[in-house]
């Protein structure tokens, strides 16, 4: 949440990129998530930006519809507590954890199509082809 001073907390900042990791990671869109636990997807995409604070209660119906453990959030939250990384790590809010910038047009194409898949087992083979496709 930005402060007094128009700063972000690191804190909420490694929790907002640790969500839109998780997010990411399970192929799900901001609405998807945001309708699993009534909220809008504006308001996700708030949290991401921590723009916004999450309250624990909504950190806690995050964790249990991603199938994870609150702590995750959490995780490595150490390795941001120095202010030159506080900065750095400010300037890698919209990249994920392989430092590809999500607003690229060619992940936002990939993410789309990958959306519009019915099938969870397509969807699945289809991400067992590109782990393949990639190492």
Do not use: E, P
């Given at each position: 949440m930005v402060n007094?001073?128009?700063?972000?907390?690191?804190?909420?900042?490694?929790?907002?990129?640790?969500l839109k990791q998780k997010r990411i990671e399970k192929g799900i869109s901001?609405?998807?998530l945001a309708g699993s636990v009534n909220l809008t997807f504006q308001q996700v995409q708030k949290y991401e930006k921590a723009t916004n604070r999450i309250s624990a209660s909504k950190l806690y119906?995050?964790?249990?519809?991603?199938?994870?453990d609150v702590?995750?959030?959490f995780e490595g939250i150490d390795d941001y507590v120095t202010p030159e990384v506080k900065i750095n790590y400010a300037s890698d809010v919209n990249k994920n954890s392989f430092g590809i910038n999500i607003k690229s047009k060619e992940i936002e194409n990939l993410v789309e199509h990958y959306k519009k898949i019915q099938t969870a087992e397509v969807r699945k083979n289809i991400l067992t082809l590109l782990k393949s496709?990639?190492?």
């Open positions: 007094s001073n128009n700063k972000i907390h690191h804190v909420d900042l490694h929790v907002g990129k640790r901001q609405d998807d119906d995050f964790a249990k519809f991603l199938g994870i702590k995750y959030f496709l990639s190492s």
